[in-house]
């Protein structure tokens, strides 16, 4: 199961991506159910105590994948009304949802608190105040944790590390104490508990725990001013792997083992994870169509029918993703530009790159797409976005439709 070659064919679970293609065209998602539940299940049997893992949906927002999380007893981690929204079509239990991000509005505050969710993770003083109005304006207590930026270098793309003294995230870290004290005056909040998230693709979990040890001393601190953490939680983060050559993130044991060891001082906290890329990334990948091959005397370009509209990671962050034909010929290597539609010259799922080359009307496989893949996708050059397909053992489902011409106009007005 997962995604492998079997006979120089690619797979997703047992349906060969061939056949899917055939049908629905390119560009396109294509998941393995199977992954994401093996990924889910290797995170959640690591935990030796009370735990909750709330899914990142930023990471991929499809329902049906929501879905596959809840029905395992996942959470989600949301950032927005609209996430929010998602996750309670897809039937996430509102317990089981923290709410994250550093510019919540009133009309997003009072969603969330009307749905009862687990807790609103907090950025800063006029945050909480917000929060403190709107509840009052509804006649609640706000559940409520503060995300601390640790200031720990979680040695990974500067786009995202977020737990640095220069990053705009968290409430910084000698405030902490004055910040909850300032919470614990309102009356329509209730102090619950405290959040951090370092930044993500860690390969490294020394940053993760060293993390963990700054906020356990703030628990620690907290206690003593009578103030009591019912949830710890540790944000997302844990890196995949999208070089087989190169990357070696830490296994979900070892991830967790540094986590409980942290907190340990704490046994009765919820422990609770927001993980996005680990339980999908690797799950997914988005086929294009090689359309055109091209020469200019210092490059070749391999141009296909999928741009950094369909998948923006390697243009946004010069990302690394592999790409490999869906069918393996053993014909001759080239080194290439893998290169979109896109008018703009940062338009490439892969620079200098070494594969297989493969006929126009061939197709290729970028792996390791499952996560911030389609939900980073824009209608850039009035491109309709891609279908996206769940495979389940040994059938597939559309999960989302490719876009008409007509869905890219809807809701403009001539
Ligand atoms: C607050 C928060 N939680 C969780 C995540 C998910 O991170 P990852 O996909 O690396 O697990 C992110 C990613 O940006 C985040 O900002």
Do not use: W
């Given at each position: 199961?997962?995604?492998?070659?079997?006979?120089?064919?690619l797979?997703v679970?047992?349906?060969?991506?061939?056949?899917i293609?055939?049908?629905?065209?390119?560009?396109?998602?294509?998941?393995s159910?199977?992954?994401?539940?093996e990924q889910?299940?290797k995170?959640?049997?690591?935990?030796?105590r009370?735990?909750?893992?709330s899914f990142?949906?930023?990471?991929?927002?499809n329902?049906?994948?929501?879905?596959?999380?809840?029905?395992l007893?996942?959470?989600?981690?949301i950032?927005?009304?609209?996430?929010?929204?998602?996750?309670?079509?897809?039937?996430?239990?509102?317990?089981?949802?923290?709410?994250?991000?550093?510019a919540?509005?009133?009309?997003?505050?009072?969603y969330?608190?009307?749905?009862?969710?687990?807790?609103i993770?907090?950025?800063?003083?006029?945050?909480?105040?917000?929060?403190?109005?709107v509840?009052?304006k509804l006649?609640?207590?706000?559940?409520?944790?503060?995300?601390i930026?640790?200031?720990?270098?979680?040695k990974?793309h500067?786009?995202?590390?977020?737990?640095?003294?220069?990053?705009?995230?968290?409430?910084p870290?000698?405030?902490?104490?004055?910040?909850?004290?300032?919470?614990?005056?309102?009356?329509?909040?209730?102090?619950?508990?405290i959040?951090?998230?370092?930044?993500?693709?860690?390969?490294?979990?020394?940053?993760i725990?060293?993390?963990?040890?700054?906020?356990?001393?703030i628990?620690k601190?907290?206690?003593?001013k009578?103030?009591?953490?019912?949830a710890?939680?540790?944000?997302?983060g844990?890196?995949i792997?999208?070089?087989?050559?190169?990357d070696?993130?830490?296994?979900?044991?070892?991830?967790?083992?540094?986590?409980?060891?942290?907190?340990?001082?704490?046994?009765?906290?919820?422990l609770?994870c927001?993980?996005?890329?680990f339980?999908v990334g690797?799950g997914?990948?988005m086929v294009?169509?090689?359309?055109?091959?091209?020469?200019?005397?210092?490059?070749?370009f391999?141009i296909?029918d999928?741009g950094?509209?369909?998948?923006?990671r390697?243009s946004?962050y010069g990302?690394?993703?592999?790409?490999e034909?869906?069918?393996i010929?053993?014909?001759?290597k080239?080194?290439?530009?893998?290169v979109?539609?896109?008018?703009e010259?940062?338009?490439?799922?892969?620079?200098?790159y070494?594969?297989?080359?493969?006929e126009?009307?061939g197709?290729?496989?970028?792996?390791?797409?499952?996560?911030?893949?389609?939900t980073?996708?824009?209608?850039?050059?009035?491109?309709?976005?891609?279908?996206?397909?769940?495979?389940?053992?040994?059938?597939?489902k559309?999960?989302?439709k490719?876009?008409?011409?007509?869905?890219?106009?809807?809701?403009?007005?001539l």
């Open positions: 199961m997962g995604i492998k070659y079997i006979d120089n064919e797979y679970d047992n349906v060969k991506v061939a056949s293609v055939e049908d629905v065209k390119t560009p396109v998602y294509i998941y159910k199977q992954h994401f539940i889910f299940e995170l959640d049997k690591a935990f030796s009370k735990h909750s893992i990142a949906i930023k990471a991929n927002s329902l049906s994948v929501i879905k596959t999380f809840a029905e007893g996942g959470g989600a981690d950032v927005s009304k609209g996430e929010l929204f998602r996750a309670l079509k897809a039937g996430v239990d509102p317990q089981k949802i923290v709410f994250s991000g550093v919540k509005t009133d009309d997003e505050i009072e969330a608190l009307q749905n009862d969710i687990m807790m993770n907090l950025e800063s003083k006029d945050e909480l105040y917000a929060v403190n109005r509840a009052k006649n609640k207590k706000a559940r409520i944790a503060f995300r930026n640790p200031e720990v270098d979680p990974t500067p786009y995202i590390s977020t737990g640095l003294k220069k990053n705009k995230f968290g409430v870290y000698e405030e902490v104490l004055d910040t909850y004290i300032e919470a614990g005056k309102l009356d329509n909040i209730d102090i619950y508990g959040q951090f998230h370092i930044g993500s693709q860690l390969l490294d979990s020394t940053p725990y060293d993390a963990s040890v700054k906020v356990a001393d628990i601190q907290l206690k003593e009578g103030i009591n953490i019912k710890i939680d540790v944000g997302g844990l890196g792997v999208y070089n087989k050559k190169e070696n993130p830490p296994s979900a044991e070892t991830y967790v083992a540094q986590i409980e060891e942290a907190f340990k001082d704490f046994p009765d906290a919820l609770v927001e993980p996005g890329r339980l690797n997914g990948i294009a169509k090689v359309v055109y091959h091209k020469t200019n005397g210092k490059k070749n391999v296909v999928a950094m509209n369909d998948l923006i390697p946004l990302a690394f993703q592999e790409i034909p869906v069918k010929k053993n014909s001759q080239i080194v290439c530009d893998v979109g539609p896109i008018c010259t940062g338009d490439f799922l892969a620079r200098d070494e594969m297989e080359d493969v126009n009307g197709y290729l496989a970028v792996f390791s797409s499952g996560a911030y893949g389609f980073m996708a824009s209608n850039y050059n009035s491109r309709p976005k891609a279908c996206e397909i769940m495979v389940e053992g040994n059938s597939y559309i999960i989302r490719r876009e008409s011409l007509e869905d890219l106009i809807k809701g403009e007005i």
